[in-house]
């Protein structure tokens, strides 16, 4: 699942989320506005529960549990977000899109990703140049095949070699 911020000027790319994410999206009412909204977009099939933040609230109040898991998903999120915050700034565009690449390929595993071109480098926060060029670097390398509305992995070894220490690390 993918989250990303719409703006009037745009949208931002948040997050992906995986397979058994218990993790509340959404905010709570405040006295500040906010000029943003929230767009969340499947990548498959998959089952969501929609409540109100006082309804996920007393559930979590009244379930331990739950709410490890809640502070569990909150605080890998919050870890992420500083992440991505330090990827988008310091790693190189090509590493990005490999790590986005990688990490859809493996889960779920499947070699011909739907996912356009334009929204690949929306999620990996890149102009469109910057991420034509990674394609194309990619596309020589044999690691990937572009089709209008897909990307194909033909080497996940060769897309790995270009991921970040992170995806490394942690896979």
Known sequence: MHLSIG????????????????????????????????IIRAFSDLEVYSMSYQTLKKVAEENGRFTGELLRENCDFVGYMFLDSVNQTFEPCLSRICDILYLINVQPNEDKIPLTQSK??????????????????????????????????LSRKKLFTYCTQGVHENI
């Open 120 to 153: 690949l480098a929306n999620l990996a926060s890149a102009s469109r140049s910057q991420m034509e060029r990674s394609l194309k670097i990619l596309r020589k390398e044999q690691a990937i095949e572009t089709v209008r509305g897909y990307i194909k992995v």
């Open 7 to 38: 703006h009037e000027e745009g949208e931002k790319s948040i997050c992906l989320f995986g397979e058994g994410t218990i993790f509340p999206i959404g905010v709570e009412h405040r006295k500040f506005k906010m000029d943003y909204e929230m």
